[in-house]
């Protein structure tokens, strides 16, 4: 990342430089590695005309979120039938032994 600094050589955040570490944070925590994110960032840096490559890495990497994010919702479903599975094993297992305290034997 290319900041600015002031005359003792500390770094200057402007808001600009702020809001650019927010999307590479985003970027990360979507799952974009390393080694794109260095690709895009130095693309910005070089100007307008690499905007159309950096369009299509983005979309790119819109596609393979929206796989993560079908892939994850398939395992949420599949954590939720066996969820379901143990409770209603468990509540009528419940019921069977509290049916059985109220027989009696003579």
Known sequence: MRVNR???GR????ESDVEWIKFIK???DTGMILKDIE??????YE????????LSMLQ??????LFQQRKWADHLSNLD???TFYQNSISV??????GSADCFSD
Request: proline content about 3%; overall charge positive.
């Open 26 to 28: 985003k970027l990360k």
């Open 11 to 14: 770094r200057c955040y402007s």
């Open 93 to 98: 297992k419940n019921e069977d032994q509290a």
């Open 81 to 83: 039938n066996k969820i």
């Open 6 to 8: 002031d005359n003792s």
């Open 47 to 54: 100007g307008a005309e690499t905007m159309p490559e950096r």
């Open 60 to 65: 790119k990497h819109r596609e393979y979120v």
């Open 39 to 44: 690709t895009y960032s130095r693309l910005r």
